[in-house]
C-alpha cells in the first residue's frame, strides 16, 4: 500500500484543517485506515483509526471532539478534520494502514506514509 498525506499547513490556533490520505497499490476498501503525529522531540502519537467499511473508528481519548476521522473509498482516500487547533497539535501527521483491526493498532501500523506538517500559532 503506497500511502500519500497532504492538507497540512501554518493555521492560527482556534482555526480548522482538513488533512488527506490518498492510498494506492491494494484494495483500499479492504484495509484499515489511521492517523498518527509525531511532534519534535517526541514520541510518535495515536490519533485514531478507521475500518475498512467506516462502521468502526475509535480514537485516542484525548483526541476526541476536537478530531474526527473519515474515509470515501470510492476516492480512495481517508480524511482527519481538526478542528479547535492548538499549538500543541503541531506535529507531523502520518497517515496509516493495516489489515488487522483493534486497539493493538495504536502501537502502529503495517503501512506509513511519508507525514504532512502541521503548524499552530498561537
Known amino acids: 500500500v503506497q500511502l500519500q498525506a497532504s492538507g497540512g499547513g501554518l493555521v492560527q490556533a482556534g482555526g480548522s484543517l482538513r488533512l488527506s490520505c490518498a492510498a494506492s497499490?491494494?484494495?483500499?476498501?479492504?484495509?484499515?485506515m489511521g492517523w498518527f503525529r509525531q511532534a519534535p522531540g517526541k514520541e510518535r502519537e495515536f490519533i485514531s483509526a478507521i475500518s475498512w467499511n467506516a462502521y468502526s473508528t475509535y480514537y485516542e481519548d484525548s483526541m476526541k471532539g476536537r478530531f474526527t476521522i473519515s474515509r470515501d473509498n470510492a476516492k480512495n482516500t481517508v480524511y482527519l478534520q481538526m478542528n479547535s487547533l492548538k499549538p500543541e497539535d503541531t506535529a507531523v501527521y502520518y497517515c496509516?494502514?493495516?489489515?488487522?483491526?483493534?486497539?493493538?493498532?495504536?502501537?502502529?501500523?503495517?503501512?506509513w506514509g511519508k507525514g504532512t506538517q502541521v503548524t499552530v500559532s498561537s
Open positions: 496509516a494502514a493495516d489489515i488487522r483491526w483493534g486497539p493493538l493498532l495504536k502501537n502502529g501500523m503495517d503501512y
Open positions: 497499490g491494494r484494495t483500499f476498501s479492504k484495509i484499515n
